[in-house]
C-alpha cells in the first residue's frame, strides 16, 4: 500500500542538534538514531560514522533499516531528522511491517508513506505521516530514496515516531548494532576431574561475523566462525595466566603467564591474540557447511602446575580426526572446568540477521575413563541482552540444545533458564591421531 507522495520544505520544523544520540525529546516522541540502523540489501555498503550522520544512499537500491519491539497494534506518526543540501530535491520512502511469522524480513511487505524533500543545508525534522503497527511484536521501518537513484550527500540523522503504539516499544538506542552474545552453560561437579569435552554444531544459519563455539572451558574456547562471504574457519584458542584474561597487549603480560604453543595440524594458523585478553590462537581456513555437523573434542593434560589443553575437530571429507592445535597453558594444574558453548554476532554490521545453531549431543570423559553425557543447560547473554536485545532464545529441538539471536525475532529467554534434552546414551567413538 503506498500513499501519494508529498512535498516538504526541509525547514518548516527546525531541530536542534547537538549529538545523533541525544535523549529522547520530552514530548513523548520516541527518536531512534540513524546510527543504530541496518543497511540492506548488503550489510556492508554503509558507513556508520561516530557523528551519527548517516549518508545511506550512495548504492542504488539501498534502504535503511530500523527495527523495534511493540506491545499493542495501532497507528504511529513517524517523521525524520535529516540534513539536505540547499536546493536538492529528493524522495523518500518509508515503509512500516510487522514481524513475519516465519521471522523471514527480507520477503515481507508493508505499508509505505513517500513524501519529496527540498534541502536547506541544514538538519531538520519532517513529518512522514502515519503508519501501521498491526500486532503486537517487531516492526520495521525501513527507509529507501526514490528518486534520484541514489544520492551522496542526504544525511539521515533519526527516526522519530509518535502515538500510543510508539509509547512503550523498545528500541535498541545505543550505536553499537551487534545481537546479544547467548551462551549455553553446563553444570558439572566441580570436584571431579574432567580430561575431555565433546561436542557437536549444526548451523541452522550462517550470517557474516558469525562465531558458533562448541567446547568452551575455563581457559579457552573452540567452535567455528564465518569471517566474510568467502571464508569460514574453525578456531581454538586458550587464554594467558594472569591479567593475561583481560589485557588487551601480550607485552604487558609475564613471560611465565603466557601460554606455549605446543603443535598445530596441517594448514593450521598459529599466532597469539589480544583486545579481548590475551594468549595463543589457532585456526583452520575451512569452508565448513551450514546443516552439516561438525563435531569437536578439546582435551585436558595435567602437567603439574600447567595443564595441556588440545582441540582435536572431526574433518568431514577425510572422515577422521585432526589436531588443530595443543597449548600448555601455565598456572594451571586442572581439568576443563567451567564448561559452556555460545553464539555470537562480533560485527555490528550484520546485527539484524537471524544467528540459530543446534548443539550436542555433549559428553563429558573423566580422569577416570568414565564418559557422561551432559543434558541440562542453562541459558546466559552478554550485557547487551539486557536492555538493548531481547531477540535471544534457547530450547530444545530434534535432541538438541539450540541457540538463537539476532533477526529481531520475538521470544526472549530469561537468563538462569534451565533446559534438558533427550539423552542418547551413546558415548562418541573417537579415535585422534597419535
Given at each position: 500500500?503506498?500513499?501519494?507522495?508529498?512535498?516538504?520544505?526541509?525547514?518548516?520544523?527546525?531541530?536542534?542538534?547537538?549529538s545523533?544520540?541525544?535523549?529522547a525529546?520530552?514530548?513523548?516522541?520516541?527518536?531512534?538514531?540513524?546510527?543504530?540502523?541496518?543497511?540492506?540489501?548488503?550489510?556492508?555498503?554503509?558507513?556508520?560514522p561516530?557523528?551519527?550522520?548517516?549518508?545511506?544512499?550512495?548504492?542504488?537500491?539501498?534502504?535503511?533499516?530500523?527495527?523495534?519491539?511493540f506491545?499493542?497494534?495501532?497507528?504511529?506518526?513517524?517523521?525524520?531528522?535529516?540534513?539536505?543540501?540547499?536546493?536538492?530535491?529528493?524522495?523518500?520512502?518509508?515503509?512500516?511491517?510487522?514481524?513475519?511469522?516465519?521471522?523471514?524480513?527480507?520477503?515481507?511487505?508493508?505499508?509505505?508513506?513517500?513524501?519529496?524533500?527540498?534541502?536547506?543545508?541544514?538538519?531538520?525534522?519532517?513529518?512522514?505521516?502515519?503508519?501501521?503497527?498491526?500486532?503486537?511484536?517487531?516492526?520495521?521501518?525501513?527507509?529507501?530514496?526514490?528518486?534520484?537513484?541514489?544520492?551522496?550527500?542526504?544525511?539521515?540523522?533519526?527516526?522519530?515516531?509518535?502515538?500510543?503504539?510508539?509509547?512503550?516499544?523498545?528500541?535498541?538506542?545505543?550505536?553499537?548494532r551487534?545481537?546479544?552474545?547467548?551462551?549455553?552453560r553446563?553444570?558439572?561437579?566441580?570436584?571431579?576431574?574432567?580430561?575431555?569435552?565433546?561436542?557437536?554444531?549444526?548451523?541452522?544459519?550462517?550470517?557474516?561475523?558469525t562465531?558458533?563455539?562448541?567446547?568452551?572451558?575455563?581457559?579457552?574456547?573452540?567452535?567455528?566462525?564465518?569471517?566474510?562471504?568467502?571464508?569460514?574457519?574453525?578456531?581454538?584458542?586458550?587464554?594467558?595466566?594472569?591479567?593475561?584474561?583481560?589485557?588487551?597487549?601480550?607485552?604487558?603480560?609475564?613471560?611465565?603467564?603466557?601460554?606455549?604453543?605446543?603443535?598445530?595440524?596441517?594448514?593450521?594458523?598459529?599466532?597469539?591474540?589480544?583486545?579481548?585478553?590475551?594468549?595463543?590462537?589457532?585456526?583452520?581456513?575451512?569452508?565448513?557447511?551450514?546443516?552439516?555437523?561438525?563435531?569437536?573434542?578439546?582435551?585436558?593434560?595435567?602437567?603439574?602446575?600447567?595443564?595441556?589443553?588440545?582441540?582435536?575437530w572431526?574433518?568431514?571429507?577425510?572422515?577422521?580426526?585432526?589436531?588443530?592445535?595443543?597449548?600448555?597453558?601455565?598456572?594451571?594444574?586442572?581439568?576443563?572446568?567451567r564448561?559452556?558453548?555460545?553464539?555470537e554476532?562480533?560485527?555490528?554490521?550484520?546485527?539484524?540477521?537471524?544467528?540459530?545453531?543446534?548443539?550436542?549431543?555433549?559428553?563429558?570423559?573423566?580422569?577416570?575413563?568414565?564418559?557422561?553425557?551432559?543434558?541440562?543447560?542453562?541459558?546466559?547473554?552478554?550485557?547487551?541482552?539486557?536492555?538493548?536485545?531481547?531477540?535471544?532464545?534457547?530450547?530444545?529441538?530434534?535432541?538438541?540444545?539450540?541457540l538463537?539471536?539476532?533477526?529481531?525475532?520475538?521470544?526472549?529467554?530469561?537468563?538462569?533458564?534451565?533446559?534438558?534434552?533427550?539423552?542418547?546414551?551413546?558415548?562418541?567413538?573417537?579415535?585422534?591421531?597419535?
Amino acid at each position: 500500500m503506498r500513499a501519494a507522495p508529498r512535498v516538504l520544505g526541509v525547514a518548516f520544523v527546525a531541530a536542534a542538534l547537538t549529538s545523533a544520540f541525544a535523549a529522547a525529546p520530552t514530548d513523548g516522541t520516541v527518536r531512534v538514531p540513524a546510527a543504530t540502523a541496518y543497511a540492506a540489501p548488503d550489510p556492508g555498503s554503509v558507513r556508520f560514522p561516530r557523528n551519527g550522520e548517516v549518508a545511506p544512499f550512495t548504492r542504488a537500491g539501498t534502504s535503511l533499516q530500523w527495527f523495534g519491539a511493540f506491545t499493542r497494534a495501532g497507528t504511529v506518526t513517524a517523521s525524520l531528522e535529516l540534513q539536505a543540501p540547499a536546493g536538492q530535491e529528493v524522495t523518500l520512502r518509508l515503509e512500516a511491517t510487522d514481524e513475519p511469522a516465519d521471522g523471514a524480513w527480507p520477503r515481507a511487505a508493508g505499508t509505505a508513506r513517500e513524501i519529496t524533500v527540498r534541502g536547506t543545508g541544514a538538519a531538520a525534522r519532517v513529518s512522514v505521516g502515519a503508519l501501521p503497527v498491526g500486532a503486537p511484536g517487531y516492526v520495521r521501518f525501513a527507509l529507501s530514496v526514490r528518486q534520484p537513484a541514489t544520492t551522496r550527500d542526504l544525511k539521515v540523522l533519526a527516526l522519530l515516531l509518535e502515538g500510543a503504539p510508539a509509547d512503550s516499544a523498545q528500541f535498541n538506542l545505543v550505536p553499537r548494532r551487534n545481537a546479544a552474545s547467548v551462551h549455553l552453560r553446563y553444570p558439572v561437579d566441580s570436584a571431579e576431574v574432567i580430561t575431555g569435552f565433546y561436542n557437536e554444531i549444526i548451523a541452522v544459519d550462517d550470517p557474516v561475523t558469525t562465531y558458533y563455539m562448541a567446547t568452551g572451558f575455563a581457559r579457552g574456547y573452540f567452535g567455528m566462525q564465518v569471517n566474510s562471504p568467502t571464508e569460514r574457519r574453525i578456531i581454538f584458542s586458550v587464554w594467558d595466566a594472569g591479567n593475561g584474561t583481560n589485557a588487551d597487549d601480550r607485552s604487558t603480560v609475564a613471560a611465565d603467564d603466557q601460554t606455549q604453543l605446543l603443535g598445530k595440524g596441517d594448514g593450521v594458523v598459529a599466532e597469539v591474540f589480544g583486545n579481548e585478553g590475551t594468549g595463543g590462537h589457532s585456526h583452520l581456513v575451512y569452508d565448513w557447511q551450514t546443516g552439516s555437523t561438525q563435531r569437536f573434542f578439546v582435551t585436558a593434560r595435567l602437567d603439574g602446575t600447567h595443564t595441556i589443553y588440545s582441540g582435536y575437530w572431526f574433518h568431514p571429507e577425510r572422515q577422521r580426526w585432526m589436531l588443530i592445535a595443543s597449548f600448555r597453558a601455565p598456572k594451571d594444574g586442572q581439568g576443563l572446568r567451567r564448561l559452556y558453548s555460545f553464539s555470537e554476532n562480533f560485527g555490528g554490521e550484520t546485527g539484524h540477521l537471524r544467528r540459530k545453531a543446534r548443539f550436542g549431543p555433549a559428553w563429558i570423559r573423566l580422569a577416570s575413563g568414565e564418559w557422561r553425557e551432559l543434558t541440562t543447560a542453562t541459558f546466559s547473554h552478554d550485557v547487551t541482552g539486557r536492555a538493548d536485545r531481547f531477540d535471544r532464545t534457547m530450547g530444545v529441538e530434534d535432541g538438541r540444545f539450540f541457540l538463537r539471536h539476532g533477526g529481531f525475532v520475538s521470544g526472549a529467554t530469561p537468563p538462569g533458564a534451565a533446559f534438558t534434552r533427550p539423552a542418547t546414551g551413546a558415548p562418541p567413538a573417537i579415535d585422534l591421531p597419535r
